[in-house]
């Protein structure tokens, strides 16, 4: 791809080492990598088997392989010799990235705990299926099944048809971006720590919501897919649209379609619109039918409301915002540019290394800052609303900064009193909703009315001495409160500032309004999520996945600004723009070849099969994951069907319903439990698929902190760092709860916060 950034903020390079099979620990070092810094990438003799991965380009390369290497040194490493050069890269690296299983470790001797004490300062970065000290992640894993095994899958899909994994790698995304904020921290402890990422914990910590419900009502989520929930994924003239609203939304819905059967006075009401939803519904299907998808776009977007239309990858390196804002570059070397834009930070996007390519260049060790807890002495202005930018602010709380939550008395953050997004929701009255308290626990809470002067005096005040500064909202309206980066640089010209916009602050659609399920569609991972039949799906608006992932990769993006000394910044990092980013590989073929990537339900390349089987029981699935012929022929035999044993790979592929019969026919009166032990015990890689309340009594969760018990129920710690345990956080505050401590006189660290604020270990 072409190199689309500006060259990388000098100074302060940090060595890097990668020895990754999986997906991502390869994203996890294309940041580092993306950001400037040098990242030498262990491939085995032969080189990485990922490089010829199909699809592959006219040279054989695989394009999933050039969108996660680029930018990397490679050596050729034989890890059962014990590495060979490996302990001379080790002692003079930063930070390392590994996926290598408690076993496989062990055996190379790459253990975490050696490693800390053979390399004193060096920060181990851990990914594996199921946590660094868990056997089972000596097994293969990948998004699928750790989708699977966290519980994410079964909120995907359609009611009445099989759990889905959400299009490409989302999962390895997801815990790529949470590994870099891992690093981040471990690289702000007293001589480093192990940042411990669990595939299958940020599979569960991204479906949180199903978690706080069940525990709240006792209801097990599961999934509304694209024609069942409150938001609907409808036809167009052209395409798909997404059908997306808030209650308060629904008479600027009714004037949109202007159909009489949504002028009935019972749909003003939750109640009324779920149990007349099928007089109402077929005329917004209508509707929607006789327009282009852009059109219904742009008619909704100037009514205030957040539709979205699908996107796919040929229409999204022709989308006019992309190009304007040189995320896809329109020249002759057409690729993906930055993943945020600031004038402070550059993005490399060159080429993968051949194998053994280059050594690393000689770099002077980076300094560090010392703190326990990480982000001790850190004061973040949290202006975030909803998840994407609440979530940033939680995820900075729960390591130590004293995070400040800025509301208005009269526009408090609408989480407060969001409604229920169950499609049989009945919600009335104005209890807060047990959501609130996971984004917003740990947190000091004041008002202000930006309005008026006085408030925005206050707010001078504040940012006088902050670090840092989150804000989502809507463009335009930093800028009509006077707390726009320009004015407020002028304050504090070392404040980090971050904007976590729909579409980034410039551009055609900068000022576009969005939730999580109108960025699945616009970004284009609604284009790729699916079943075989082409229909796209979204992640719902249970899960809004996009905006669980730019709350990891906001958190990882200020503290590694903090780190690097790169203050008096502005970072638009655009929540559409980084889910496409996670579809580089997809863009890059479509680029190379016009073939645009379209649904595939649970199949991926280089493995069959790959997809989820029925269980005895109401809606239970076995997810089963073979990337070799050993794996095939021992699913043969445990399956019964000895004969298919010996068919190569293209045959189980080719005749796939034949072999699904086959499974289902073994599994369909198996428990899933027996299903998993069994499968386990032939060598098959699966995993179950869990529903909210089995997650719940599984050990492993609790264990881990992906979930926090007590009343109300709240989302954990997506990691672990293994040398600082952090204490639970203190409740969600109150509106205003901190007006007298914050705002008279001297703010207090958050070692002298209130005992609210501290939480118990």
Known sequence: MADLGSSPLPGRSLRVVEISEGIAAQVCGRLFAGFGHAVTKCEPPGGDPLRTLEPVDASGLSYRFAAHNADKHSVEVDLTGHGGPL???????????????????????????????????????????????????????????????????AMVGEPDRPPLALGGEQTAHAAAFTAFFGAMLALRRPGGDIADIALCDIAAYIDWKSDVTYAHNGTVPTRTGASAGIWRILRAADGWIGVVYQPAQWDAVASLVGDPALADPRLREDRGRFELAGQWWPAVERWAAGLPMREVYAQAQRAGLPFGYCVDVAELVATPQYLERGFISANERRGIGPIVRSAELGWRSGPPPAPGQAAVPETEPAAREVADPPLAGVTVLDLGTITAGAATGRLLADYGATVIKVESMNRPDSFRLWPSTRPDATDGGLEESPLFESNNAGKLGITLDLKTAEGRAAMRELVATADVLIENFTVGVTERLGVDYPTLREINPRLVYLSLSSQGQTGPEARGRSYGSTLDLLSGLASVTGYDDGHPIWSSADLNYPDQIVSFFGAALVVYCLNQEVRGTHLDLSQRELVTWTLADSIARYLDTGEVATPTGNHRPGSTPHDVYRCAGDDQWVGIACRSDDERAALARLIGAGELAGRPAGWWLAERETVDAAITRWSGDRAKADCVRELTEAGVPCAPVVSADERARDPHFHRRRVFLPGVPRRKGFPLRLCEYEPPDPGPAPSLGQHNAVVLSGPRQSHEGAPAQMRGTR
């Open 87 to 153: 302990r001379g890269l080790l002692a003079d690296a930063d930070v390392l990235i590994t996926d290598l299983g408690p076993a496989a470790a062990q055996a190379a001797g790459l253990s975490a705990t050696r490693l800390r004490e053979e390399f004193p300062g060096l920060v181990v970065v851990s990914i594996t299926p199921y946590g660094l000290d868990d056997p089972r992640s000596d097994r293969f894993g990948d998004s699928f099944l750790a989708e699977c095994a966290g519980g994410l899958a």
